[in-house]
């Protein structure tokens, strides 16, 4: 099976534009987290998906936001970005329906510049 | 609210000897717990986790780590470093109920094998 797949694995924008990252998760699994990882704040959760809807949210603004399709493959988006941004985004997907606490199989991330 | 401790950034053994790699959670219910690894430009592969039951965990490339409640400890050791276990290692804890579980990751622990 292909492994998680994250599109586009490098992103320059610059502070104030929104940006949209794409996540396809491994064949029949379901469940869909993000992470934004960065040299000051560590790993940090953001939201969960399963089958469509959004399970679980971490600690982020309004302007970080996320869906996910019929397909299981995920978006999120940031809108109004800032430099705080720049960070490497994180996908990973599970089979079960535990989302987090199962085994996570994790993307090689998104790194994003905000100029 | 959960938290993860990893104690030490940076860890230096030698190829051929232990290494232990330190985490201590708070939580205050029993949590799920996690230890991943990341080589440089990738995401997180999971090495093991601990969910519930026997409290020594035995995970993928030699890797193990034991729950201990009483000291809210799961430090992670392998008998013998390889020159391939260099790499930045993270504890995570997820706690939660009725099926919403957040993780909190650890601030992570480069392990440095000398030759």
């Known amino acids: 099976k292909a492994g998680v797949t994250q599109t586009p694995r490098y992103l320059i924008k610059t502070r104030g534009q929104q940006v949209t990252l794409s996540c396809s998760p491994i064949s029949g699994h379901r469940s869909v987290s993000w992470y934004q990882q960065t040299p000051g704040q560590g790993l940090q959760f953001l939201f969960e998906y399963f089958s469509e809807t959004q399970r679980n949210k971490g600690n982020f603004p309004g302007r970080f936001s996320g869906r996910q399709f019929s397909n299981s493959r995920s978006e999120m988006n940031v809108s109004t970005l800032e430099l705080g941004d720049s960070a490497l985004y994180l996908c990973?997907?599970?089979?079960?329906?535990?989302?987090?606490?199962?085994?996570?199989?994790f993307g090689p991330g998104t790194r994003l510049t905000v100029l | 609210a959960q938290s993860v401790t990893q104690l030490g950034s940076h860890v230096s053994v030698s190829e051929g000897a232990l290494v232990l790699l330190r985490c201590n959670y708070s939580s205050s219910v029993p949590p799920y717990l996690f230890w991943y690894v990341q080589y440089p430009n990738q995401g997180l592969q999971l090495l093991l986790k601990y969910t519930t039951g026997a409290t020594l965990v035995k995970g993928i490339n030699g890797f193990e780590a034991e729950f201990k409640k009483s000291e809210t400890s799961f430090h992670l050791t392998k008998p013998s470093a390889h020159m391939s276990d260099a790499a930045e290692y993270f504890c995570?804890?997820?706690?939660?109920?009725?099926?919403?579980?957040?993780?909190?990751f650890g601030r992570g622990t480069s392990l440095i094998v000398h030759p």
């Open positions: 990973a997907s599970s089979s079960g329906t535990s989302g987090t606490t199962d085994t996570q199989y």
């Open positions: 995570a804890v997820s706690e939660g109920t009725g099926g919403s579980y957040i993780p909190t």
